[in-house]
């Protein structure tokens, strides 16, 4: 589809958020590729161009990356997420969200491909929330929970340390790797469980292997979301 710049007024604009706001709706999402991507969505599902080497991300909702893709009298209007979400921030967000983060979208949902992929995930470590908000001057810690749809043979999911890893070694091994390319020996540091088709939430440290997953992250504060940890499977 290619795009055609037009000026619509901002009344227009603001009924259209209105409308939008008053039903539910789905954004427009975004297929990215990636060192690790696999081939599930590329190859089965949602009919992706052939010339998309895999499909890494599936970005359904991640705020600041999708739009709203609207029909208006025959014409497509696409609509930046967060543009929708300034003019309509207090019956999407809710008072208590406003008080406490502003116009700041809590939610991200996506999907993580690495089915038959030539590698695995990057191992994340989401801080804890003082240390988020000190350093990097986010509003919250980053909570996780995911259901994996689909495994392939000798699927793993790490989760945390093994008991015998010494942090400062392994902190220290990741450093020595970003300077000089070399390899780090993570089944021998990082705990792997083999995998099926199971919920798994909220780990500080994970990584994922030849597998599709649905992933919701939530930076909220404990108390707005009550429990920091999420134990629901999504579907």
């Given at each position: ?38 081939g599930?969505?590329?190859k089965k ?58 116009e ?9 491909d ?12 989401h ?11 986010e509003?919250?810690r ?10 392939g ?7 945390g340390?093994?008991d ?12 020595e790797?970003?300077?000089?390319g070399?390899?780090?020996d ?8 083999p995998?099926?088709?199971v919920c ?32 629901s499977?999504?579907?």
């Amino acid at each position: 589809m290619e795009d055609h710049l037009q000026i619509i007024s901002r009344s227009l604009l603001e009924k259209i958020c209105y409308n939008i706001v008053q039903r539910p709706f789905r954004c427009k999402p975004v297929y990215n590729e990636g060192v690790w991507g696999g081939g599930y969505y590329t190859k089965k599902y949602r009919s992706l161009p052939d010339k998309m080497r895999n499909c890494a991300w599936v970005f359904d909702l991640i705020p600041a990356e999708v739009s709203l893709l609207c029909s208006v009298d025959e014409t497509l209007i696409d609509i930046p997420f967060y543009t929708f979400l300034r003019m309509q921030s207090l019956p999407l967000l809710g008072k208590q969200s406003i008080s406490q983060f502003g116009e700041y979208f809590p939610i991200r949902f996506n999907y993580d491909d690495t089915m038959h992929s030539s590698g695995n995930m990057s191992i994340q470590v989401h801080p804890d929330e003082s240390f988020v908000k000190s350093h990097f001057n986010e509003l919250g810690r980053q909570d996780e929970s995911y259901y994996i749809v689909d495994t392939g043979l000798g699927a793993k999911t790490y989760c945390g340390l093994n008991d015998d890893t010494d942090a400062n070694e392994f902190f220290s091994l990741i450093k020595e790797s970003e300077k000089k390319g070399t390899p780090i020996d993570y089944e021998q540091l990082v705990n792997g469980i083999p995998q099926n088709r199971v919920c798994n939430s909220c780990y500080p440290l994970e990584l994922y292997t030849h597998q599709v997953k649905i992933s919701l992250s939530l930076k909220l504060e404990a108390s707005l979301l009550g429990p920091t940890h999420l134990n629901s499977t999504i579907m």
